[in-house]
């Protein structure tokens, strides 16, 4: 009786909070939300696995910071063990808005209304690679003359004396970060060491949510698995948010990846530590490969790349063999696993797929992955005992989470519940879907110019203020250097390899128009009128590959492998793009899907159509330029003339 009274107490704190006390804060009250917070606080309850499709602008961060705070209270009216809440995301913006914003209101609502008594706090916890070693840090420090060094990599050196996460510290050199970081194996007697007193802080029970990234989260869960001390402390509840990137975390966690910066980071250790014939020899031999790995994928064989490993994986050898007890120990780690990379991807492994994905700086990461991934996930993360609530805006296609539960390995898991909580945005209002009567032919010889013309045309009607994102850097090369033949009147900026410098440059000059491809699909964010007009040329389908080919085994029938894998795969994705248009409940945009197979009749129209909220559909560049008049201020034009 008492564990239903608690219960029922529990869900009615949630709508004291969300009905009463954060309104009181200006802050709207949306019944979706209240809804999502009650289901996630129904699988912490009954120890399940809730998934949870929330829409851009539901609110889920308070949804489940809310249900996680009222799940803890209920644990300790029914007198439970005191255990922390583990938060997973995706993005270090995310986790610190969690500790330094949203949790903080929430604290403060709750402790005027007397709820609670001591504040909410939170922990952001990472890998060791990111936080001083004091004694290494005296080391280094105690290695150099500060007057011949780089004076702002210097004061960020001297700055670490107070400053433990070296992520917060500005100017501080790779080389620097290797050399002063705690190492993998941490035997330090210090007593002073601020390091382990964060450790013990952080297991002081003082945290109510510990906040990580999905690849700690999944190391912690392989420690368990593999009997080995865990990273982060025992949890009564796991949440995790931006949970459509936990497969992709998952295949590099069970994996290995060989990116350019792998090697070269490594020739820039044996440079500094004087090698410098090592280096040359290391530079020379991966200079083919080095070139290949800076373009993107682009849909290229992992073949394509392999043959290039041959002389590298010599030179690797060679070093390793004649400088292996001459190196620190930070080098030698990083020689061996770069060594013995080279060499898995040279040789090959039966019991693993090999694959291409793009990098974060658009070039080609090599990858190898475990072919069975999802019996891994069960066998580690899953099997642990706590209830779980996973969310993000694109875990369902419609009300189906049928591809996502594959890739996790929760298909079968009778913990599972699923709900899907649509966006408060007012579509229907805010936005025009423009799909072209007569669109851009992909199977002809003059496609790119007829797609240049078309996305001129919508730029003139939209009055630029637009992204357009493409499926491939060549097709965006392609369209950039005919859009000039149009009379463009916007200033054109290109997503490359610095792209939070691009997109400074975009929001900063209101009215001009930014292409954009790989990552630019999902992660940044354009509010107010900057993306008025969203076009996709092309539907998101993925590039074939080994995984894919892996996968496509699993089916009797191509087709059938299409629209149970390719299609939601290329509708989530799709999902993940629309994302980038309407971000406030105050912005309006057009979004143009220009590819000939998202037509009214064609092949693949309902699945689009299924993909996106419902809202107005034209053909018609003239509905294009009324829809902009009719929703833009005069401010809008002026930057579009200026």
Known sequence: ???????????????????????????????EQVALCHRMLDAMLEGGIALCDAGTGIGKTYAYLVAGTVYSRFRAACGLEPKPILVSTSSIALQTAARDEYLPLLSDVLTEDGMIVQPLQAVIRKGKSHYVCDARLEQRLGQLDLQKKNWKA??????????????????LSHYDRERVCVPRICDCRREDCRYRAFLEDCDSGRYLFQICNHNLLLADAIHRGSGRKPILPDACALIVDEAHKLPETARQMFGVT???????ALTHSLRGERFLLAAEVLTDSAAPLMRKLARPPEGRPFDHYAKSLAAPER????????????????????????????????????????????????????????????????QTLWRQERPAVLTSATLAVGEDFRRFKEETGLLTDSRVTESVTPSPFDYQQNCLLYLPKIPPRQKAAAYYDELAKEIAALLDAAQGHALALFTSYAAMSAVKERLPDHGLRYPLFTMGRSAIHTTEQFKASPGSVLLAAGAAWEGFDFPGDCVSL?????????????????????????????????????????????????????????????DERATQGKRYSKDVLAALPEMPVTGSLEDVARFIQSVKGPDYFREASA
Do not use: W
Not at 154 to 171: K, N, V, Y
Not at 571 to 593: N, S
């Open 315 to 378: 030179s690797l050898t060679v070093i390793d063999r004649q400088l292996h007890g001459l190196l620190t120990p930070a080098t030698r780690r990083r020689l061996k696993n770069v060594s013995s990379t080279v060499s898995l991807f040279r040789q090959g492994n039966p019991e693993m797929v090999f694959y291409t994905e793009e990098d974060n700086c658009g070039g080609t990461m090599l990858c190898a992955t475990i072919a069975d991934l999802t019996a891994q996930l069960r």
């Open 1 to 31: 009786m008492n564990y239903d009274n608690n219960r029922h107490k529990a869900h009615n704190e949630i709508d004291h909070i969300f009905q009463d006390l954060l309104p009181a804060r200006n802050m709207a009250e949306r019944p």
């Open 154 to 171: 210097g004061a960020a050196l001297l700055s670490l004396r107070g400053q433990l996460d070296m992520d917060e510290t500005a100017h």
């Open 258 to 264: 060989l990116a350019a910066e792998d090697i070269r």
């Open 534 to 594: 969203l076009i996709i040329p092309r539907l998101p389908f993925a590039v074939p590959d080994a995984l894919k080919e892996k996968e496509r085994e699993n089916h009797p029938t191509l087709r059938l492998f299409i629209r149970a894998v390719v299609v939601p795969e290329m509708q989530i994705k799709l999902k993940q793009g629309f994302g980038r248009a309407i971000r406030t409940e105050t912005d309006t945009c057009v979004v143009a899907i220009l």
